[in-house]
């Protein structure tokens, strides 16, 4: 199992490559990949969108509980038609027959009720004509209940004109219309005093309470069903996210090292955190609600085409002009947004970075140069933020004054139809509460646009990273094997980047057991040969072979379990002490442990702690001293027994007495196992079967110390630069 962090890629040059992607903003590909995620929730996805589609009844309903309470009880907008000649009801009948109007017979005349939806629908001219004839009343009739109370409080103030001939007389009192149904002129009806008014309107008073409640129950049934329709919105969503942030990071874990090499960290974390927060708001505030949107916006439409499509073609007159806004408003905001999103990756990656080696840079005294490298970083960002503010600040303004112009238009118009009666206030309020709800959308339109083009900026990146292929780790071929420890390398040749050769032609064969060290310049190759043993880059030409079998023929699973590494820079992660060494490995326990810790002398340390071996250990072990940190690493290394040790020597800033503890535990993981140290101090590894002696990515000189300092080569150039 390999084991330590940190050490160097042995030349693996080449620049952190940009976070551009031309894709095109909107790719169905990107919605069905991320309905793949929502799949596993679609009955929960279903539910909401009924909860949603009870919510958007609710909200077309209102208006209409509103206009009915208005016109049918509150103001009436009934006008009555009496006809007392054949040939002028024929006609009237004849023209009018599929308009449905109630119609009554009393003492020889035929009443006609004329709503003012029906007349609008009607002859202007001709109506006109009728209420000069005196056979249309001038104004809207009230129809009250047919009781003795009623009838005596009509007597005591008004004239019962029933038995009048004249049409126009009748309209001067109250009269009986049927068995059920009086019939009295809303001035004449003013002329009551108010306390027996209300006695006479008892049922328009019961009409309106019934009415009221209704309204308070609907708009009860719509606060509790937006509840759980945002309930589960996001719960789905959650759910859904969680499953698409494991995919992210399993995928990311399983990438090949030079991925790593070309992106930083920063932007890896915005990947996982940011883009995925974007697709998160987009399913729980965004697409549900645009949806809820499209189906109250056209719900809307089609029912203010129905109630009067006149004052509905009239109130659209705005509309052109709002979709020509919406077109601007989305071409220039597509480009912006992904630019956002851009240099956001761009300013998370430079955080990362520069806390990271904050302690570097505080040492060299760069923290000016880094804070200038960070303003320029910082200003493009917020200039394409503010750039994408502007357009937000465009938008919603125009928007909004266009929705207050619809509005005065509906006022206009309703207003003069009102005067014309062709239509009831009722109507009118309804279409001024329409106008607004139709525009509420649309006014929400820059946020949710915001949401999804965040949404899909990120998806696109989130899927551009899911598409990248991960390392082939052959998992197929896991055999969990043991290997014996013999390492061949035949002909090989390696380059980081095309043309630049790290290593060339290199032939190595290391037995079983051998203990061997290798020597050179910094960037001479040291590093890469064990980067290829662990399978970390592809190299170009030649095989390397564990036990006779190519590296290829292995899972990358078997070969790195036979391999304990300790590096320059161990890397200690957040946790305890034994979570830091056993790394979950469930067979190792704890008296196993201890005597691996004892046995490379860091159990010494460890009992001097506090909670011992549960003392929490903080990010990247900044508590313990670079000895410590190598001497969990030789644990880690110790309790899973690897065939093969690597160590990337680091002892050179480590005190006397951390060394010895250190060259002890050395020599016992060393025992009865293949070993290769990468030696940066000469004095250690005189006790090595042989030594490698790398330059410019060549083997140029090979065997024991002695044999190498006899020759008087390279090694002995390198050892007389560290002792003279």
Excluded at 176 to 193: F, G, H, N, T, Y
Excluded at 308 to 322: C, D, G, H, R
Excluded at 372 to 392: A, E, H, R, W
Excluded at 500 to 526: F, Q
Aim: charge should be neutral; hydrophobic fraction near 45%.
């Amino acid at each position: 199992m390999m084991h330590g962090g940190g050490g160097g890629r042995g030349g693996a040059g080449g620049a952190f490559q940009d976070d551009v992607l031309q894709g095109k903003v909107y790719d169905s590909r990107l919605y069905k990949r991320l309905l793949v995620y929502l799949k596993p929730y679609l009955w929960l996805v279903v539910i909401s969108f009924m909860v949603l589609m009870l919510v958007t009844g609710a909200e077309l309903v209102l208006p209409l509980i509103t206009r009915s309470a208005i016109d049918d009880h509150i103001v009436s907008d009934k006008a009555l038609v009496i006809f007392t000649d054949a040939a002028k009801l024929e006609e009237f009948q004849s023209r009018y027959k599929d308009l449905k109007l109630k119609t009554y017979e009393i003492d020889g005349a035929t009443v006609i009720v004329l709503p003012t939806k029906s007349r609008s629908k009607m002859d202007r001219p001709y109506l006109k004509q009728l209420r000069e004839d005196g056979i249309l009343s001038e104004e809207n009739f009230f129809f009250l209940a047919d009781n003795e109370h009623n009838r005596e409080v009509l007597d005591k103030y008004l004239i019962n004109t029933y038995n009048e001939i004249n049409p126009a007389a009748k309209f001067k009192g109250w009269f009986k219309l049927s068995d059920k149904k009086l019939a009295v002129a809303q001035s004449e009806l003013q002329k009551i005093p108010i306390a027996e008014r209300k006695g006479l309107r008892k049922e328009s008073f019961n009409a309106l309470l019934l009415l009221a409640l209704i309204y308070l129950a609907l708009t009860t049934i719509r606060f509790i069903a937006s509840f759980f329709q945002v309930y589960l919105t996001n719960y789905f969503s959650q759910l859904a996210m969680n499953d698409l942030r494991h995919d992210i990071f399993a995928h990311v874990q399983k990438m090949p090292v030079k991925f790593f090499d070309k992106n930083p960290v920063g932007r890896l974390v915005t990947r996982v955190t940011n883009d995925v927060r974007a697709i998160d708001e987009m399913l729980s505030s965004g697409v549900i609600t645009i949806i809820q949107d499209v189906i109250l916006v056209i719900a809307i439409v089609a029912l203010m085409v129905m109630l009067n499509w006149k004052m509905a073609l009239i109130s659209y007159a705005i509309l052109p002009f709002v979709i020509f806004t919406i077109y601007v408003f989305k071409r220039k905001t597509r480009v912006i947004y992904r630019e956002v999103r851009k240099h956001l990756a761009a300013l998370n990656a430079t955080l990362a970075e520069h806390i990271a080696g904050v302690k570097i840079i505080q040492l060299f005294n760069q923290y000016t140069r880094k804070r200038d490298d960070f303003v320029g970083i910082n200003k493009k960002y917020f200039q394409v933020s503010v750039s994408q503010l502007k357009l937000f600040a465009f938008f919603r303004p125009i928007i909004h004054v266009s929705s207050q112009l619809a509005v005065a238009v509906i006022i206009w118009y309703g207003g003069s139809q009102i005067l014309r009666d062709v239509v009831t206030i009722g109507l009118l309020m309804a279409f001024t509460t329409y106008i607004h709800k139709l525009f509420e959308p649309i006014n929400d339109f820059a946020d949710k646009f915001n949401i999804l083009q965040g949404a899909l900026a990120g998806a696109e990146r989130i899927f551009d990273l899911m598409d990248t292929p991960p390392e082939e780790y052959r998992e197929g071929l896991k055999q969990n094997l043991k290997l014996e420890g013999e390492i061949s390398f035949e002909n090989v040749w390696l380059a980081y980047n095309e043309g630049e050769w790290v290593l060339k032609d290199i032939n190595l064969h290391i037995k079983p057991g051998e203990k061997i060290a290798l020597v050179g310049h910094t960037g001479s190759g040291k590093t890469s040969i064990v980067n290829l043993i662990l399978g970390m880059y592809p190299y170009q030409k030649g095989r390397i072979s564990l036990d006779g079998k190519a590296l290829h023929q292995y899972a990358l699973n078997d070969i790195r379990s036979n391999i304990g590494i300790v590096q320059q820079d161990v890397f200690i992660f957040s946790g305890s002490m034994r979570d830091n060494i056993a790394l979950n490995n469930g067979d190792l326990t704890q008296e196993q442990l201890e005597q691996v810790c004892r046995y490379v002398n860091a159990d010494n340390f460890i009992q001097q702690l506090p909670l011992k071996y549960d003392e929490p250990v903080m990010e990247r072990g900044a508590t313990l001293s670079t000895g410590q940190r190598q001497l969990i690493a030789f644990a880690r290394v110790l309790a899973y027994n690897p065939s093969i040790f690597i160590l990337d020597e680091a002892t050179s800033n480590i005190d006397t007495e951390t060394e010895i503890l250190i060259q002890d535990a050395l020599q016992k993981v060393m025992q009865n196992r293949t070993s290769i140290i990468i030696a940066h101090r000469l004095s250690t590894i005189q006790h090595v079967d042989r030594i490698i002696v790398l330059h410019k990515g060549e083997i140029v000189e090979e065997g024991t110390h002695n044999q190498l300092l006899n020759r008087q080569g390279l090694y002995y150039d390198l050892y007389r630069l560290q002792y003279t």
